[in-house]
């Protein structure tokens, strides 16, 4: 079979799965979530032995210990996997909702309902964690999911994945909802993302370059989760404590993150009072500047930024901080320079406030608080499978809803056109 | 400048233009449409020249008649067209309505708000109504547009967009939001479909041959409208008189449209009584019937079909006509012929009609109506730019909201993440 062709018999299985998911209520899927919590603990030590053995070769291969630490599971992380399958399983069920309706004075009854989104192609890296948190999210959506971890986390998410199928199969399910790509090559890949017709989505789940590598081959839509260049703007006559709380919370409780802040921007009518403070908090934090000369002459332990140190996502004790011209030059600089993640603004001024939630163009806006709320749980979502940066479909944290789509579900009495 | 500079360009000056717009409110918009009814009228015999020149031209190239009728502008078409510039601004405007929200424990406050989609490419063939149509509901929703016409009807769309642009222009809102594409190049176009970053949607209106052509050339997202292959299963036990009613309307009222009726199965248990009847209220109407053995040998009228009449768009007064075996029969017929535009069941017996809602995958789904109400005006949207068959971002007839997508907007203060 070539490439095309196995692809081809694999997005049959997973859409004849979606048509067994349709016929299945809510308590069959939760049952089904029920299960594969059960399979996950039943074989704990197995799952553990497959993914000691990619640690192992991870190791050998001389991999970061950052990347080494998210391949790695142990006891406490596989019961946190298995205990967020049953939290999945306890959100509401989007299939069904009936998300618009009206009764035409001919008593045709229109209603717009939601349904699941059909099969989804997952593209990730080397965390074992997401492959039981994509089955479970797409599983309780109705959906069927076609995954492909990065080749380091091998083992562990077949160990995983037979754990799901065979929590599937215990509760009637079709196994085929969840399936794997054996073949690791870049070439399966590539087969994969241009199998229009048998794949109604891609969502990759990584690093810049993997997600530029699947938006570059696929013919398939994808939903892309490009970096975080999160933004702060400082108002003129801001609360210079609330604005330096915001942005060390921003930048410093865990700058690893996509909605960490990596630019302070900064009202130049204000800076002389504004920045000295905030800097200092920063800098006591254990945070590194990089300013603009303005910046510069008012915070002297700022090292001078380059021009590509905005737009630039650190992930790192680092903020790049540049003086601006008033709300109109910050709106600039993020028009220019924002990755459409996360824009904040600390502001007295509720005109300001409002032109900025309404100017920026981002996934999410933020006024007077940390851009690290732009998060599934914290907008109340319950789980995400990332956040989507793009503006097609879906945008921000990606929870059970942004998996369904919706059809339109017309009931009459023998109406007919005219 | 290289086609992908030129694309590139024009990019840059449409985003402007929805930054330009973000900052205008309904009222702003709405003077911007009024303008733009007032310079097509004011405009009209310069238009209707340029018309006349477009269908010269494809007369002298031996263009089918029906093609020529939908390039042809007259006084009245274009009044037709100026009144629906007017009707689209009398919609609500979709922008800043909240979609959802929620206030924590902790004060913060959570919305979901609609913002507009950014800069739309619309690519569709010789029908002059859409480039204004295109560009009022774009305008409304708040988003730029590049418009790629047929060429065929290149001076008409010349003229059409300068009386967009000039009514822009008049009501101070930026002319960039809409732009046109004067080099009707091929190559030009395929340039438009990969310039990913410029471009957030590609909306192609026409054949299948052009929607798979943008579908295949697009790195950029693609909202598809392939064919409408309806399909009307008649359930055991219905009504013959009703059956027949339905089926007259959705095959005979507008047989060209894709909303039309393209085969009807009838369950082998009652297709001795339920045939006839409604066989021969088709044939009254003029249809060509081709169906199974089964159905042949019920109506004698009807000619054999072949394998490919299944899944068959005639666009025409011919229906494919299919006797299966039970709802089963038809739910299988539907997931393997139909193109997930409109499918409808006609039946007494309520467990199947919600089978049939939930396990049938299309934009829409009717109960015991005709298929003809798949429409954006039936269905209460308005106005329409096309009906979506994708799955992804929108479904069913594309409307103003259809044109947008949302931002998460969080309104705090001072909170932080701990």
Redesign the interface.
Known sequence: MSLDETIAALGRRARAA??AL??RDTAAKNAGLTAIASELRARGSAILEANAADVARARDKGTKDALVDRLALNPARLEAIAKSVEAIRDLPDPV?VVVEE?V?PDG?R?RR?R?P??VIAMIYEARPNVTVEAAALTLKAGDAVVLRGGSDAARSNAALAAAVRAGLAKAGLPEDAVSTLDDPSREMMQALLRA?GSI??AIPRGGEALIRFV??HA?V?VVQHYKGVCHLFVDAGADAA?AA??A???KL?RPGVCNALECLLVDAASAATLLPPIAEALLAGGCELRGDERTCALVPQAKPAREDDWGREYLDTILAVRTVDGLEGALAHI?RFGSGHTEAICTRDEAH?E?F???V??????????T???DGG???LGAEIGIAT????W??PMGLESLT?????????????P
Chains 1, 2 share one sequence.
Do not use: Y
């Open positions: 979606t048509r349709a016929t069904g009206h035409r045709l229109i309902v349904v989104l059909g229009d109604d989505l938006t570059e013919r839509p609330l709380k915001l060390v919370n921003a409780s028009a406030a032109r939630r309404r100017e163009d981002a996934a999410c806006v933020v006024v007077n608080a940390s690290r709320f732009h914290e907008l109340g793009s503006r097609l479909h945008r921000g789509t919706m059809k339109w579900v017309v009931d009459g009495a023998g109406q007919v056109r």
